[in-house]
């Protein structure tokens, strides 16, 4: 461990989960522990045959003796570890920089160990190990071997059933592994709950105080619900920008054994939730995790698993492609929360001059554009002087006027002035036509192109399946226009990248420690014999992933319902 952090500190690996939490201390003795016993085991034959304590000369050359015996299956057995993790480095992106610092850790701790168990390790037996050695087995072992001997009969003597058996163990895993689904991370229960709750654009402030109000009001009615924490709008430091009509409410659980039913599931608690909150007007709502909607951000931009991205110039002809699309994904088995982006919706004030009225009358666009922009955006009238700081006083009119479209057709906008005459006005109204539209929302771009993002978030399903179905279905029954075309966002991109490049350098692997096995044993039969354990050691993997669920298995192609089930 003492190399190890050095290790870290000199390659500048932080100790975080991923790094200190993938040693495996089992590993890291593994070398030591056989030289370790090969030397007692020595120790104690040549004590039992002089019938004496060994001499201080006797243990060393015994220790360099037994440790030599054993050097080679304990040198290989590290190496082979320690290349397990070298396909790793291979991946970039994000997520190299998630899985980097892991394999740099454990490698550092295994070449560690390595050199100590040539070193330390039997320089340590040699000088402390100088009383009487005994080799006996523990009760544990005595029990162990009771159980272990007659089924180490019953595999010599029925080898040929156990060797079927195991064949057999093999061609079953691998059909459960193609059934299993595929995702970048597994989705874990966070304790808490991450509501997006988004309302339509150009709501003021007052009003989606108001609402977020009722939302939290009514999500605190819950008995499981400890706190609700909101935040709404653009902060100060704009890490993290939102309108007035977007709010991310963090909903806190009570622990588990505080609920009034311990064992209601979280997915029961999660359809009540949205059963609830659906009752109060004016919101629509999407359902993730805190943590799981941050990391989705930050790889994709979008806050959902799934993120279809529709590019194109036409903001009318992209709101209606991503409508498409949404309706596809949301007919998809596990689809949950699809939504489109809000790219319109914004009520809109638009003043269309009359260019033959202005005519009439002498005035031209700028005599409007003037009057306009003084009365509606305000004019510097002066400044206030604070210290040595100074503010612009802006006048304009008030927000009620501001709102009211038949106050601003009565703008008064002057003539120009005849020669001895007094200088006369016109109403707004009568050389400009005024008019409330719904106007874009926003207008986002990615690679300088327009898009639109149609969001979903998958449950009941693994995400690598869910993204193909995706991809089939929006090819066939979404068409796009010329100059359009569609991607896909999320943290399957990583996973898809990881899956390319482990493909080519997992084999690359495996081949390498057939290698190292061939050099050891000399041996194809014998190297092949202990390269099988891969293979089998699989099966136990895949039984694993699928008793504790994760990822969830692919639906079958004719499946058609909806499961709301939450990740375990």
Not at 161 to 190: C, H, K, Q, T
Not at 483 to 490: A, L, Q, T
């Amino acid at each position: 461990m003492l190399l190890t952090i050095t290790g870290m500190v000199q390659t500048r690996v932080s100790g975080n989960l991923m790094s200190l939490g993938a040693l495996d201390f089992g590993l890291i003795v593994d070398g030591a522990v056989i030289i370790v016993e090969n030397c007692l085991r020595r120790f104690g034959e040549a004590q039992h045959r002089l019938g004496r304590l060994l001499t201080r000369e006797e243990r060393f050359e015994l220790t360099a003796s037994a440790t030599d015996e054993v050097i080679r299956p304990s040198l290989f057995g590290v190496l082979i570890i320690t290349l397990v993790y070298v396909p790793i480095f291979a991946l970039t992106g994000v997520e190299g920089k998630m899985f980097h610092p892991m394999a740099i850790t454990v490698v550092i701790a295994l070449t560690a160990a390595m050199v100590l168990s040539l070193t330390f390790v039997p320089a340590a037996v040699a000088l402390f190990v100088a009383g009487r050695v005994e080799e006996k087995e523990s009760p544990v072992m005595r029990r162990a071997r009771r159980v272990y001997q007659p089924a180490l009969d019953a595999a010599l003597r029925l080898r040929t059933a156990f060797v079927a058996g195991a064949v057999v163990l093999v061609v079953i895993a691998g059909f459960a592994a193609s059934r299993m689904g595929s995702e970048f991370v597994p989705n874990l229960d966070e304790g808490d709950i991450a509501l997006h709750a988004l309302r339509i654009p150009g709501t003021s402030l007052t009003q989606a105080v108001q609402m977020q109000s009722a939302l939290e009001a009514r999500l605190k009615r819950f008995p499981e619900v400890e706190r609700v924490v909101a935040k709404l709008g653009t902060a100060e430091v704009a890490t993290d920008p939102m309108p007035p009509s977007v709010a991310d409410t963090f909903v806190m659980l009570k622990d588990r054994k505080d609920w009034p039913d311990p064992r209601k599931p979280r997915a029961e608690l999660l359809a009540e939730l949205q059963a609830a909150v659906v009752t109060i007007p004016g919101n629509n709502y999407e359902f993730t995790q805190p943590i799981q909607m941050r990391f989705n951000e930050l790889l994709s931009g979008v806050r959902a698993d799934v993120a279809v991205k529709v590019f194109g110039d036409d903001l009318d002809v992209l709101l209606s492609i991503g409508e498409a699309v949404g309706s596809v994904v949301e007919g998809i088995e596990g689809a949950q929360d699809v939504g489109v982006e809000q790219i319109t919706g914004l009520p809109v004030l638009q003043i269309t001059p009359d260019r033959a009225a202005l005519a009439r009358l002498g005035l031209n666009v700028e005599d409007v554009q003037d009057v306009v922009a003084a009365s509606i955006g305000g004019a510097v009238a002066g400044q206030i002087f604070e210290g040595d700081r100074r503010f612009d006083v802006i006048v304009r009119l008030p927000e009620d006027i501001r709102r009211n479209v038949d106050e601003i057709g009565r703008l008064q906008i002057p003539l120009p002035a005849a020669e001895g005459a007094p200088r006369g006005f016109v109403p707004l109204q009568d050389v400009a036509k005024i008019e409330v539209e719904i106007g874009p929302n926003q207008i986002s771009r990615e690679d300088g192109k327009r898009r639109v993002v149609v969001t979903a978030n998958v449950r009941g399903r693994d995400l690598g399946s869910f993204i193909t179905e995706v991809q089939q279905k929006v090819g066939v029954e979404v068409e796009l226009p010329s100059g359009y075309w569609v991607s896909y966002g999320g943290t399957f991109e990583q996973l898809i990248s990881a899956a390319k490049r482990l493909q080519l350098v997992v084999p690359a692997a495996l081949l390498l420690i057939f290698g190292l096995l061939f050099a050891l044993f000399r041996s194809v039969k014998d190297a092949a014999i202990v390269f099988s354990g891969v293979p089998l050691a699989l099966t136990g993997g895949v039984a694993a992933l699928l008793l504790r669920g994760c990822p969830s298995p692919s639906p079958p192609a004719s499946a058609s319902s909806r499961s709301p089930v939450w990740p375990s």
